[in-house]
């Protein structure tokens, strides 16, 4: 079993690299079906949701291979419209190929996405969105037979601005008859990431970004060469790491446009954060002041998946910060493993309260799930002593290197197999 042993106490100085988005290129392999050219995906991060993706389209007939940090998908072999239920298990992320393989082949029958750490996620919105295209969906025993002999674009109208809904009906939109609209779509800069890769294979889509997403179905795609944007909140992992620890890092092309939320906390919460077209700059000395509360919301809200790490970077602030959690019910896992390194924090339902503490203490922990790992690394680095994280799978979800990252921030972080 892998961890990651911290060595807390010291401040960061150094550059990292952003690595590409976790949750862009998700989409976007399960894009790759709607064309059977070769497709690049360049930046692509070496992580063990995209290894999961990559099983799933070679299990499917797809060649699939590595140049670098290039990954090239050829779907022309195409040989199968089913996923079998432990690849389905493997992560939440392989709902999305429903929307792929149903444009692509008019039938697909998989199973119930993998079972998730951060409380109940339904799909329910994909299978309605799908259902009003024309798909026909049977469930039977946890699988999901579903049809469509021809998939007529229309207006879908989301209850909530789901993510993955609103990507997996994009895809499916891709291969049906006239324009669908998807109201009350998400916001999130992945989803204008999956539509300027569409649109780089010649898809007729629009408005990702806004409310409203707009497909013109039925246009044939090509193959292309598109580069990932990077991680968001692998970038917002990191400024939560300088602000727990104290130094100055310089994250290269980390975009604010996508964390102004998060670097406006920061800044509140005492750092001092520059951007420009290179990356961000991020500044702190001295004690961290406590912020007003952060709520997690859908994009341009704050964002859920950052809620852990900047949890972590406030445990020694000066006062008190109330978190909400907004979007899941699950996702305060990791506060009873901060609360052993010493963390005082308050949890009642969806709220959690945080009093910062004088000093933390490095202690054994367990992450419960992708954040809340890299939140525990974070409190490792403020605290003193040694900190060891077991489970650090989670971590390898979404990071594709994190103890070698926090190193080139000259964090003392190393990972010890076992
Ligand atoms: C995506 C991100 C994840 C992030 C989340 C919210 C990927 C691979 N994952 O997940 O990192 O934390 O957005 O920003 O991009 N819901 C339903 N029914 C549905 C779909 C969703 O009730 O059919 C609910 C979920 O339970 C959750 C909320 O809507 O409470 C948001 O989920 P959603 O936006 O769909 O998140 P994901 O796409 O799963």
């Given at each position: 079993m892998s961890q990651l042993l911290v060595k807390g106490g010291g401040h960061l100085h150094g550059e990292v690299v952003i690595q590409g988005a976790k949750n862009s290129v998700l989409p976007i392999l399960a894009a790759t079906l709607l064309t059977k050219d070769e497709v690049e995906i360049q930046a692509c991060p070496r992580l063990r949701d995209v290894d999961a993706s990559i099983r799933i389209l070679r299990s499917l007939g797809c060649k699939v291979r590595w140049e670098g940090d290039s990954l090239l998908v050829s779907?022309?072999?195409?040989?199968?419209c089913g996923i079998s239920d432990g690849l389905m298990r493997e992560?939440?992320?392989?709902?999305?190929f429903l929307g792929a393989i149903l444009a692509r082949c008019g039938q697909a029958e998989l199973s119930y996405p993998g079972g998730c750490e951060l409380g109940p996620r339904p799909i329910d919105l994909h299978l309605s969105g799908l259902r009003d295209l024309g798909a026909e969906i049977n469930d039977a025993g946890g699988v999901l037979y579903c049809k469509a002999a021809c998939l007529r674009g229309r207006e879908v109208v989301l209850s909530l601005p789901s993510v993955g809904a609103t990507e997996n009906l994009m895809l499916a939109a891709c291969g049906a008859e006239g324009v669908t609209t998807i109201a009350n779509a998400a916001r999130e800069p992945e989803i204008m990431d999956l539509q300027a890769f569409l649109q780089a294979c010649g898809a007729k889509v629009s408005g990702a970004g806004s409310s409203t997403v707009t497909i013109e179905g039925g246009v044939p795609l090509h193959g292309c060469i598109y580069r990932v944007m990077p991680d968001r909140i692998v970038a917002a992992t990191y400024l939560c790491a300088a602000a727990a620890a104290g130094g100055e890092v310089f994250l290269r092309n980390a975009r604010e446009e996508h964390l102004s939320t998060v670097t406006a906390v920061l800044r509140e919460a005492g750092c001092t954060i520059q951007a420009d077209a290179a990356g961000i700059a991020c500044a702190c000395g001295g004690w961290l002041k406590a912020v007003r509360p952060v709520r997690t919301a859908p994009y341009p809200g704050f964002p859920t998946d950052a809620q852990a790490v900047l949890m972590a970077a406030l445990l020694r602030s000066q006062g008190a910060t109330v978190f909400e959690e907004n979007?899941?019910?699950?996702?305060?896992?990791?506060v009873d493993e901060l609360t052993r390194m010493g963390a005082n924090i308050r949890v009642s339902g969806r709220t959690a309260v945080v009093t910062g503490v004088d000093a933390l203490c490095g202690a054994a922990v367990y992450c419960t799930d992708l954040r809340g790992g890299a939140a525990l690394c974070i409190a490792g680095l403020a605290a003193e002593g040694e900190t060891r994280a077991y489970e650090i799978g989670h971590i390898d979800r979404g990071y594709e290197d994190i103890a070698r990252d926090l190193r080139a921030l000259g964090a003392d972080v190393v990972r010890e197999e076992e």
């Open positions: 779907t022309g072999g195409l040989s199968g992560m939440r992320s392989s709902a999305i979007i899941f019910e699950n996702r305060y896992r990791h």
